[in-house]
């Protein structure tokens, strides 16, 4: 039996319809469910990975003024500071989340360059002093983004976040002193006695080694120049022959400033035994509760180990 032209046509219309209908059951879907890549109710379940904009500012570190030209570079992308001494880095990956209300958080190893420095020293001139270092070595830089507070409900690879995590923003700001300041003293051990030749160093208060030096054979003097004002450092010694070893706690300088560890100084650099006790009575004559003869009697008593003389006591050497 032959088909009329009438019925071929609502055929067609009737395949065409079907397939309509499919189409639309295949491209429709709740968009809050993620199984897979190629779950039919979630077209697009991207992985989360916001990026962000680390900014801030590179001041001098003792008058905070802008320093412009200085180049931070956090190893991916790197950033010159502008006339107010701002520098922006955009699109930095941001992909620890702290948790749902403090953002996301990001881990990088900054360096700054001066060399470029126009302000407020004129790095380009090598005549111009005081200067800035060429160049601050690498240090840590760790920041959380802000960001709208996310669904708990949403986990790494949702698809339906409740914002799209653009614009996330950081801030770090970096102070650089000029090398203009001095540190002198004197290395001494726990008699007050000039500890020659021994190995002092100037370090950051990080703990970075920033210069070294050995101290004079008969004074026991040392001294650094050109230290950078307005940051923190500690100083460290030791005798390798003696093994013994000190340091000073953190100190921050100011520009053209000249701190002195010297012998009268309480802060001065004492080297002596690294161990964590004091000297220990370990004789006494006449013992205790012994039967002592009234009038004078000359208390004697044993150390475990050298005890520095002084007005009060007479070192007896045959006794040691």
Known sequence: MSKSPRHTLLLTKAIAFVVFALSGLVGCGDDTTNNSTTDIANPNPNTLTPTGTLQGQVTDAVTGAAIIGAVVNIGIQNATTDASGHYVLY????????????????????????????????????????????????????????????????????????????????NHDFKVGKLSATVRGVARDQFRQPKGQAVVELRSAGGKLEASTSTD?????????????????????????????????????????????????????????????????????????????????????????????????????AAA
Not at 101 to 128: C, H, W
Not at 255 to 278: I, K, M, P, W
Not at 293 to 315: C, H, K, Q, R, W
């Open 217 to 317: 054979t008969a004074t026991g003097s040392f001294s650094f120049v050109n230290v950078e004002a307005g940051v923190a450092h500690t100083i460290k010694g030791r005798d390798s022959v003696s093994a013994v070893e000190g340091e000073i706690g953190s100190f921050t300088l100011s520009d053209n400033q000249t701190l002195d560890f010297g012998l009268r100084n309480s802060e001065s650099l004492v080297l002596a035994s690294a161990d964590a006790y004091e000297p220990r009575v370990t004789k006494i004559s006449p013992e205790d509760n012994s039967d002592v003869a009234p009038g004078v009697v000359d208390v004697v008593l044993a150390f475990n180990e050298p005890i520095m003389m002084d007005v009060y006591s007479t070192p007896n050497a």
């Open 91 to 170: 699109g930095i990956p941001a992909n620890s989340p702290e948790n749902a209300k403090e953002g996301y958080t990001g881990s990088y190893q900054a360096t700054v360059d001066l060399a470029g420095v126009t302000a407020p020293v004129n790095m380009t001139d090598s005549t111009s002093v005081p200067r800035y270092p060429v160049r601050k070595p690498s240090m840590p830089v760790n920041v959380t983004f802000s960001s709208f507070d996310e669904s708990v409900a949403n986990g790494s690879t949702a698809s339906n976040h409740d914002t799209p995590l653009f614009g996330l923003v950081a």
